[in-house]
């Protein structure tokens, strides 16, 4: 048995329904998290720390939150099966609307969101996949997208040290050569009585410095050097992207999921969300078209190529 909680939170700006609940979902699978990307794209939830709300309930002046623990919709504690959770939510949601009339229509409202996206559930071997394929450290993309790095010029002794160091996106030493070929790339350009020649020339030897001692020299030289770590981060955010666009996923719900989840592995920074083109006027059949994912993806492209040309 699953417990559930129906309760209303008074706040300082009117009513506060928070659904949070454990589905039949969580029954069948471990990977909670994959429930939640795919639950959060399918019906426009935003998430933060607390868990995932509905932004376009702001005009009931209410918020409704899911992060799988217990729902609170009303007054009373209702215990309910982990099995048929619409039809159990109906049941207290009714039961609510009956002592509460002037809160009628938001609870309605919310129960009708509760049971559209419940029928959306497609728990497949492709969702399954999908799993798969994200939680694999995909060392070949990553490879593709340093060389993109040094292609685009990209390249910087801050991008050098967030790969040895390890950064979100970034798995730590997946090209145990990048510090040498950017040494020598360096060493190409650099004034023979610059004070960083020793440096870099030991950088480019490399020879077997473990990822502490190297982050520690580089560090010397982005000092020395006055690197912008946070463009060096937004350098690996912008490649990174690239590469994921260019082996984007043709289904439109699922290429949407991933972009999603980039953003938010990125915590959502200025202008991301914009890109999604979540409307909330939009239906999800309209947001999840293959129309509105080729528009998004075109949006991002158009974006990445502003960012980067700034970034040089």
Known sequence: MA?????????TSGR???LTSYLEWMYRSSNFVRFLEYFSTRTGFVADETGFRFPDLTEYDAEYYFTGVRVWVGTQKVTLAEVDFVGQVREACESYCNKHQDQASLVNTLLQKIQDN??????????EMLSRDA??????????????????????????????????????????????????????????HDPLL????????????????????????????????????????LALLDGMLLDIDSD???????????????????????????DKKMSSQDYHSSVNYRQVIANHREWLETEIAACR
């Not at 473990?210 to 350098?235: F, G, H, P």
Request: glycine share 6%; hydrophobic share 40%.
């Open 3 to 11: 417990e559930y909680l129906f309760d209303n939170r008074d706040t």
């Open 16 to 18: 506060n329904f928070v």
């Open 135 to 192: 939680s694999k450290a995909d060392t070949s993309m990553t490879d593709e997208v340093i060389d993109k790095l040094f292609h685009d010029d990209l390249i910087d002794w801050g991008v050098v040290l967030l790969e040895v160091a390890g950064m979100q996106g970034i798995d730590e030493g997946l090209r145990p050569t990048l510090v040498k070929d950017f040494a020598y790339h360096e060493l190409e350009e650099i004034a023979i």
């Open 198 to 237: 020793e440096v870099i020339v030991d950088l480019a030897k490399n020879s077997g410095y473990s990822s502490v001692d190297l982050c520690e020299k580089i560090e010397k030289v982005c000092q020395a050097k006055n690197i912008d770590m946070d463009k060096s981060r937004r350098k690996w955010l």
């Open 252 to 278: 439109s719900m699922y290429g949407l999921i991933k972009i999603a989840k980039f953003w938010a592995a990125w915590g959502w920074p200025p202008g991301s969300a914009a890109l999604m083109r979540h």
């Open 118 to 127: 419940c029928r959306q559930l497609e728990l497949t071997s492709k969702f």
